[in-house]
């Protein structure tokens, strides 16, 4: 999928997840919504705009498949109305909590379940982090 097809599903499917939700969790009962990397979190922000609090749980620089969220941050995946997390195991330090808030009832939209991953292909850099994924895998990093 291209890139800016890839922004208008997104776009539309969180408009879509996020009619109705409300909540008086929020300071002044705004929307709440966590995204789990800064790429969603900016995409998230450009679409609601002011009419929804976001929150970016990984700062610029972490590495998604080992990060651990704190527990203030759990916190904010607790009181959210709509986590956007990217899948596929991308965020696998926070598979547990995610799951978690799942069963509490928080809305959990995992982005790459709504586009055509690619399969895993071993890079070529040796440097690269991709030890978690075999060839055939579906590459979490759309």
């Given at each position: 999928?291209?890139?800016?097809?890839?922004?208008?599903?997104?776009?539309?499917?969180?408009?879509?997840?996020?009619?109705?939700?409300?909540?008086?969790?929020?300071?002044?009962?705004?929307?709440?919504?966590?995204?789990?990397?800064?790429?969603?979190?900016?995409?998230?922000?450009?679409?609601?705009?002011?009419?929804?609090?976001?929150?970016?749980?990984?700062?610029?620089?972490?590495?998604?498949?080992?990060?651990?969220?704190?527990?203030?941050?759990?916190?904010?995946?607790?009181?959210?109305?709509?986590?956007?997390?990217?899948?596929?195991?991308?965020?696998?330090?926070l598979h547990d909590v995610l799951e978690a808030a799942v069963a509490d009832g928080v809305r959990v939209w995992e982005v790459a379940l709504n586009i055509e991953p690619r399969l895993f292909?071993?890079?070529?850099?040796?440097?690269?982090?991709?030890?978690?994924?075999?060839?055939?895998?579906?590459?979490?990093?759309?």
């Amino acid at each position: 999928m291209r890139s800016g097809a890839m922004v208008v599903v997104v776009a539309s499917l969180l408009v879509g997840t996020l009619t109705g939700c409300s909540s008086d969790d929020t300071a002044d009962g705004s929307t709440s919504v966590v995204a789990t990397t800064t790429i969603l979190g900016d995409l998230v922000h450009n679409v609601v705009g002011e009419n929804a609090e976001v929150e970016v749980l990984m700062p610029v620089g972490v590495n998604p498949h080992d990060f651990q969220a704190s527990a203030q941050q759990v916190a904010a995946i607790q009181r959210a109305d709509l986590v956007v997390a990217n899948g596929l195991g991308l965020e696998a330090g926070l598979h547990d909590v995610l799951e978690a808030a799942v069963a509490d009832g928080v809305r959990v939209w995992e982005v790459a379940l709504n586009i055509e991953p690619r399969l895993f292909v071993e890079a070529v850099d040796a440097d690269a982090d991709h030890e978690d994924h075999e060839d055939g895998d579906l590459d979490p990093h759309f």
